[in-house]
Structure formats: C-alpha cells, structure tokens
C-alpha cells in the first residue's frame, strides 16, 4: 500500500508539473488546460490581451482638452473693422484755370482764400481738392476701389471742361478707420507698460499708440473703442490684429449691461433682432375734481370765485 501511494503521488506531482510547465514555457491557451490548474497571473499572461487602461485616460483627456478649444473658438470675439474714409490724390498732368472750373463746374465751390477748388461727386460720395497745379486730392471714399473710381471720374469731369487731363500718379495716401473691442481698456495701466503709448489726459481722452510695423497711429478710448490711421486697408487689420492681444490683458470686468449688449449683438447676427424701445407711458391727466387743475375766468365770471 505504501509503495502504491508513493506511485500515485509521483505520477500525480509529474503530471501537475507537465501542465503548468506546457503552460509557461510553450504558451497554451486557457482552453487547453483547466483553469483551476493555471495560476492567476499565467492565466493574464495566456489569455487574450486586453486594451491598456491608460489609452482610456488619454481619450479622456484629449476630450477634455478639446472642450475648451471649443468654448474658446465659440467664445472668439469678431470685431468688425468699419472703413471710414480713405484719402488718394493724383495728377492730371495739364494747368488747370480754376476760375473756368468754379464758373463752368457742377457741385463746385472756389476757395479763393487756400488757392484751390472743390469738386463732390454723389456715386461714389467723395469731394476732390482741385489745385491749379494739375494736382487733385480726393476723400471721402470707403474703399481703395472706390476710391480709385472717384478719381477717374474727376479726370472725366475735367476733361469735358475743356482740359488736357491724364490719370497719372493715382496712390492711396491714407486710411482710416475704426473697431470697437468687446471689452473695456484700463488705458492708464495700459500707458505705464508699453513706452510706444503716450497718454496724455488733458490733451486728448484715448491713448496714442503707435506701431511701426506695419505703421500705423491708433488711438485707443476706455470704451474698447479704436482709431486706426494707416496707409492700406491692410494696413489696418494688420494693426488691430497686433493691438489686440495687447489690450487684452488689461480688459476690464464685464458687467451686467455688457452681457445684454453682448447678447443682443448675437442675436441680431442671427436674424432676431432685440425688440424696439417702448415710448414712455404718458403722465396721466389730472382729474375734474383735482384742486390744482387750473380754470380761466373770464370777467363775467366773478361769482366764481366766490
């Protein structure tokens, strides 16, 4: 009996030891091999990978650091660059009588006092300085086409004078223009950083500040309000996009009144415009019996006041 359980023993360590041997060194497969005769951590290793938590973690993150970007992107504030008026001159390249053209012009005015004519035109709004010289200057126009459309038809106009007039030397001399931050500006603060602002209160209420690259003179307000004198139009949206991460970081808190302004701005754009202002309710009139209201009374009247 001895030796028969010593056999059964042997025989049983042996094939325990074959099992779990095929498992580790030649990777069998959990179906192979019952699972109360693997140990738990050669069962991990034998069975299927599955997908490491930390992939997980990084989905999660990367969602969660594209939320903002969203809200940011949706949250960008659009600032509207308003062309209020682009100045050119040029050269017609002939003598010009002013005296013939204040007499013989339309919508013509002769300034005898500065030596010079002006001349308006209705399509394109513009006035055009006249000088004997053959040199014009033109302002009033919103864009550097329109501007361009004005001078030529100032030339035309000459022409049918009687003038030998060319279109020469046509430049864009100067732009202006304006846009409105979506914030207020602590414009003192502003000053005391930046040397290239000069901020002169008992001069002038806005901050002048100037860029050299592209050059251009803004002039900043505490209201978020920019004016902005260039030589191009591109010119001025290169200058608001250089000025506005300057003035940012001194913006003020918003305020009740600049979230409904803000709100309303939102949803004009989308076709909902905010509703008109109501008139104020009227002063309601004073009643018959009311000891003030007073009454006009004639002479015959005496017993009246009785």
């Known amino acids: 009996m001895f030796d028969m359980a010593t056999l059964i023993q042997e025989n049983g360590i042996k094939e325990l030891s074959k099992a779990s041997h095929n498992v580790v060194n030649h990777g069998m497969t959990t179906h192979a091999v019952a699972s109360h005769m693997v140990p738990d951590h050669e069962y991990c290793e034998a069975g299927k990978p599955e997908p490491p938590e930390p992939q997980c973690i990084d ?40 005296r013939q053209i204040a007499l013989n012009g339309v919508n013509v005015e002769f300034r005898r006092e500065n030596g010079m004519v002006t001349m308006k035109l209705r399509r394109p709004y513009t006035t055009a300085s006249i000088w004997s010289s053959g040199r014009i ?35 864009v001399v ?38 050299y690259n592209p050059k ?35 913006r003020k808190p918003r305020t009740t009144a600049d979230d409904e302004l803000l709100r309303q701005k939102r949803a004009a754009r989308r076709g909902a415009g905010p509703a008109p202002p109501r008139a104020p309710p009227r002063a309601p009139a004073a009643p018959a019996d009311d000891p003030m209201h ?13």
């Not at 308003?82 to 002939?94: A, H, Q």
């Not at 200057?137 to 009687?162: F, I, N, P």
């Open 174 to 211: 100067n732009v202006l223009g304006t846009c409105r931050m979506p914030f207020g500006i602590r414009i003192i603060a502003f000053s005391k950083k930046y040397k290239e602002a000069d901020y002169e209160p008992e001069l002038h209420p806005g901050v002048t500040y100037k860029l």
């Open 137 to 171: 200057t033109c302002t009033g126009a919103t864009s550097e086409d329109q501007a361009k459309v004005a001078a030529r038809r100032y030339a035309r106009a000459l022409q049918k004078l009687g003038f030998q007039a060319r279109f020469r030397n046509f430049r």
């Open 216 to 250: 251009a003179t803004l002039k900043i307000f505490s209201t978020g309000g920019v004016t902005i004198t260039a030589r191009s139009v591109s010119d001025v949206q290169s200058a608001v996009e250089r000025i506005f991460p300057l003035v940012y970081e001194f």
């Open 294 to 306: 007073l009454v006009t009374l004639s002479d015959d009247d005496k017993d009246a006041w009785e």
């Open 59 to 98: 989905t999660d993150v990367a969602m969660v650091q594209q939320d903002p970007k969203e809200e940011d992107e949706e949250e960008t504030p659009e600032i509207d660059i308003m062309i209020n008026n682009v100045v050119c001159s040029f050269s017609v390249k002939c003598h010009l009588n002013l």
